[in-house]
């Protein structure tokens, strides 16, 4: 515990913003969005465009890095929902990383490389945006509260 911690008897309920399980849930559809990608571009499925050209490295490569992407993108996602938002820089390096493949990848699906982008600017956005841990509050061992006021600041005891 920190320096500050409550003494014996105490405990500290820990409010989560619900923006935080928005960006969870988004990464989890980014997740299934790469994955499908990914899986589509391995097995030279007949989706993407057939003369297209990427920048470098052959499609079924940039497959792989797509579902890498996904795996990862999913495991953020699932411990977002569990309310562990030290994962938050993790989860948005994945989304620059999406973004970027999604833009070497572009020439062979653009309308879907660009909703994906869209997507992860969103999530992105929500991540840090609104994203973060909320206010705490300290409550007597025993003590329930149906729901904290939205001011309660940094007190180290009992209100």
């Known amino acids: 515990m920190s320096a500050a911690a409550p003494s014996e008897g105490y405990r500290v309920r820990r409010h989560v913003r619900p923006s935080v399980a928005l960006a969870g849930m988004l990464l989890i559809v980014l997740a299934v969005m ?11 499925s007949r989706v993407f465009v057939p003369s297209a050209s990427l920048v ?7 497959g792989w ?4 992407i ?5 495991g953020c996602g699932v411990l977002l929902l569990f309310r562990i938002s030290s994962v938050r820089w993790l989860a948005a390096v ?3 990383l999406d973004i970027f493949t999604q833009m070497v990848v572009m020439p062979a699906y653009p309308f879907w490389a660009i909703m994906i982008i869209g997507v992860n600017i969103v999530a992105l956005y929500v991540l840090f945006a609104h994203g973060g841990s909320a206010p705490q509050e300290v409550l007597a061992r025993g003590e329930l509260r149906p729901s904290m006021p939205r ?9």
Request: avoid cysteine; charge should be negative; glycine fraction near 10%.
């Open 56 to 62: 470098f490295g052959p499609l079924n490569a940039w």
């Open 34 to 44: 790469n994955g499908l990608d990914g899986i589509a571009a391995i097995a030279h």
């Open 151 to 159: 001011d309660t600041g940094n007190l180290p005891y009992p209100r």
């Open 94 to 96: 994945m989304i620059v």
């Open 70 to 74: 996904a795996v990862v993108q999913a």
């Open 65 to 68: 890095a797509l579902l890498a």
